[in-house]
C-alpha cells in the first residue's frame, strides 16, 4: 500500500518537567510534548509524540539537515 505524503497544518508544543514519579531516576527529567496536525488527502488528523530534550535537539537538528538539502534543490 502506497501512502502519500501528509500536509503539516500545525505545529503546537508544551516543555514540561517531571516534578515526581515511582521511578525516582526520572524525577527533575525534562520533557518535551509535540502535537502535530496534519492533513492526509483531506482528512485531518492530530498526531501525538513525547521526547526528551536530547531527542528534540537531535530531532531538531535532523529538520535542519533536511532543510538545507530541500534547499539545495531549489
Known sequence: ???GVSKILDVSWRFGVTVASNDSDNVAKSFLQLKLCLDD???IRN???EMT???FYKFL???EK???????LL
Open 1 to 3: 500500500m502506497e501512502r
Open 41 to 43: 488527502d483531506g482528512k
Open 47 to 49: 498526531v501525538f509524540t
Open 53 to 55: 530534550i536530547a531527542q
Open 61 to 63: 537538528h535532523d529538520l
Open 66 to 72: 533536511a532543510k538545507c538539502n530541500l534547499d539545495l
